[in-house]
DNA sequence: GTTTCTATGTCAGGACTTTGACATAGCTGA
DNA sequence: TCAGCTATGTCAAAGTCCTGACATAGAAAC
């Protein structure tokens, strides 16, 4: 005799459920993006560190971990490659706080742009996949279901 | 003189793009998961795997990974970890092939139910942020996409 | 001024995942 | 029959990510 939980709704089989759905899309886009960067010498988590570090440079090692999503000890380990693969630069010592910022290399731009090719052409497949009028729906309804979720994290 | 990639579809910045949207809502699921299931002493992959244990008794290792969309060498150990646990059986030759069927034991089906209330109470959280008849059109999109996506990889 | 709070960076340990490689079992086609 | 092909399971190494813990710097509260 064993309780059932409440259903999330209406589901014939697990495939059903936004979790799985979710977790099916997140793993296909993550093998399409790691083969895509696999000929520019990148992995996922390096091309997001080096896309938002363009976007806005200068910032700390944890705002790059928010922004990417991972704690700061993950991106910490991120960096720490970059850095060493010359493209990122990193103070030794913060001037005002602990903060350092990190900023692109001239190598580490001329990667991104090369690589940044090969994302986007990933992307456009994705896109392509669904009506057009649906898009912005769509990124509107996986935002509201992020922040749902973090929010009262 | 840098060349411009085409861009996916108009956006203002990264944010706006399908895939960041998708890492993020990928990201709070699964520290949403995560925290729910602590309680149970289990992890992501682990619940994954029994969920799908539980609706395909007696499935492959192999199988498994599939359905849970990681490498078998990833499905394997965690496949350990919940055999050392006595969540599931595996017996230790094939009788036909190679492939060594998984079941559920007792103990495992009682885990899965305790934890399964949780998971569901975080699917639900989720679902409520949208509006309720996108739901449908929700799940094909992410169906699409991903299927867009490791179809032709 | 001192205490407390918050943010940042780092170390250590553990869990998950991947690529690459190898051996084995069954099937398929010449 | 026998050579390939596919599927499965496993080992090894590397990378990613997490929790927990600690120290430090600035801000806020008292």
Redesign the pocket.
């Known amino acids: 005799m064993e309780e059932k939980p409440a259903p999330p709704h209406a589901a014939g089989d697990v495939t059903e459920h936004v979790g799985y759905r979710l977790k099916r899309a997140a793993?296909a886009l993550?093998?399409a993006m790691?083969?895509a960067l696999?000929e520019h010498d990148?992995?996922?988590?390096?091309y997001?560190c080096l896309e938002l570090l363009d976007e806005r440079p200068g910032i700390?090692?944890?705002?790059?971990?928010?922004g990417?999503?991972?704690?700061?000890?993950?991106?910490?380990?991120?960096?720490?490659?970059l850095q060493d693969a010359g493209l990122v630069t990193?103070p030794?010592a913060?001037?005002?706080?602990?903060?350092?910022?990190?900023h692109l290399t001239g190598e580490g731009r001329r990667r991104l742009a090369a690589a940044r090719s090969a994302v986007y052409a990933v992307e456009r497949r994705m896109i392509a996949a669904i009506p057009s009028h649906r898009l912005a729906g769509l990124l509107a309804d996986l935002d509201r279901m992020a922040t749902a979720l973090d929010g009262q994290a």
């Open positions: 793993a993550r093998g790691d083969k696999r990148l992995t996922v988590p390096q997001a700390s090692g944890s705002e790059l971990a928010r990417t999503f991972v704690t700061r000890q993950s991106s910490s380990v991120v960096l720490r490659g990193r030794a913060a001037d005002h706080g602990r903060a350092l910022p990190v």
